[in-house]
């Protein structure tokens, strides 16, 4: 089927016990045994059912099923954030003493994990531009056991070729975990470009709507299975009630990103063709250097706007402080337009030399484009441009 049928039917069917086209929320934390001896064979994995939420759910294992199919893999694992599934992937399949190789351009959040919290588990992260495959060749030793990339990047919409990344992979065993939250499987499927495992927010351009918080691992059966046996321990669940927002989001996916998309590239042109604009960086646009591998991997340009303001952080502030439609606030995905300054919001936890490394300059503004009318949003940045 095509991926907007995908997004309404696929891995999700009427419930089998009342027939709700819309599936229930199984808003519980506990399941009850039918005797003693049913409760001992699910506790020893004899019977497949249902004992505590923090383990299972019938919601949200509804909603990883989907996700997994719309990704084109076997299985999935549905968490609490999306920091919480990219930290239970890394801890399952790094050791202490080995090391994983991250490109350095990524979600701040991300990069923080990877800088200040895993250290303190043993575990080495090495970044690298992964957008040159050398430099993911070089990096590799006996101790990497994961490579972990974002594509589109977070906040410079950095292209990386994910099946050059996949080839390198796969000729060392290493794994390939490919964080998809800016493109989702409407516009990129990592797994068919020979991704091991993809990791979302769920936040995100799944929700839709500003008001869950959730993020997802899918991948192969097995990998998934051994995934779960740590994760149920470490308590990283979602709650029955936002994984069945994030599956009513779910259904709306193509809509959305098909709007998101076309208001996204009309603003990109604008903002290209503006004297107070020094830069901007949007695959979309034939002058971003990653214009061939978006093409190549992706059915659309996406969502998500970076540029930079002639006049550096001081006219982003005044930008930022001039919007009155376009919303000054983080996160992305929304039916809102959201605009933020990554250097001093989301990715403040790089240095000034990581800024400057990565191609996060002072004056660069993000922008997650909404849903409204395309002409009104050019309007805001119009007027705001000019007080610069």
């Given at each position: 089927?095509?991926?907007?049928?995908?997004?309404?039917?696929?891995?999700?069917h009427p419930d089998k016990w009342t027939g709700a086209l819309s599936p229930p929320i199984y808003q519980t934390s506990t399941f009850v045994f039918r005797d003693a001896d049913h409760g001992a064979r699910l506790f020893k994995g004899e019977e497949k059912g249902h004992i505590y939420t923090r383990i299972s759910n019938p919601t949200i294992e509804l909603l990883a099923k989907k996700i997994a199919f719309l990704e084109s893999t076997d299985a999935g694992l549905i968490f609490a954030s999306?920091?919480?599934?990219?930290?239970n992937v890394v801890v399952n399949l790094v050791d202490s003493g080995s090391n994983v190789i991250s490109d350095d351009t990524i979600y701040g959040g991300t990069f923080t994990l990877?800088?200040?919290?895993?250290?303190?588990?043993?575990?080495?992260?090495?970044?690298v531009d992964a957008s040159d495959p050398l430099q993911v060749t070089s990096a590799i030793n006996e101790q990497t056991k994961l490579i972990f990339i974002e594509t589109p990047a977070n906040p410079t919409l950095k292209m990386i070729d994910i099946a050059k990344c996949a080839e390198i992979a796969q000729k060392r065993n290493i794994p390939l975990c490919v964080d998809n939250t800016f493109a989702t499987p409407y516009l990129q499927k990592p797994v068919e470009l020979g991704a091991d495992i993809v990791v979302h927010s769920a936040t995100k351009y799944f929700g839709g709507h500003g008001d869950i918080?959730?993020?997802?691992?899918?991948?192969?059966q097995s990998f998934i299975e051994k995934l779960w046996k740590d994760a149920k321990d470490i308590g990283a669940c979602i709650s029955p009630f936002?994984?069945?927002?994030?599956?009513?989001?779910?259904?709306?996916?193509?809509?959305?990103?098909?709007?998101?998309?076309?208001?996204?590239q009309k603003i990109a042109e604008f903002l290209a063709g503006h004297d107070k604009v020094e830069k901007v960086y949007y695959p979309g646009l034939r002058s971003h250097p990653g214009y061939d591998v978006a093409k190549r991997q992706m059915w659309g340009a996406g969502g998500m706007i970076g540029f930079d303001v002639k006049g550096g952080k001081p006219a982003g502030k005044v930008l930022m402080n001039s919007v009155a439609l376009c919303t000054?606030?983080?996160s992305l995905g929304d039916v809102d337009t959201l605009i933020e300054h990554p250097a001093s919001m989301t990715h403040s936890g790089y240095s000034e030399a990581e800024l400057k490394e990565t191609g996060i300059n002072p004056g660069f503004v993000r922008i997650s484009v909404g849903l409204e009318h395309v002409d009104d949003l050019i309007d805001d940045l119009k007027q705001a441009l000019a007080r610069i």
């Open positions: 089927m095509h991926i907007e049928t995908d997004v309404v039917h696929g891995g999700q999306g920091l919480a599934a990219i930290y990877f800088k200040n919290v895993l250290p303190k588990t043993g575990i080495k992260v090495v970044f918080i959730g993020g997802v691992a899918v991948g192969r936002n994984a069945w927002l994030i599956l009513r989001g779910l259904k709306t996916l193509a809509v959305r990103m098909e709007r998101h998309c076309a208001n996204a000054l606030a983080v």
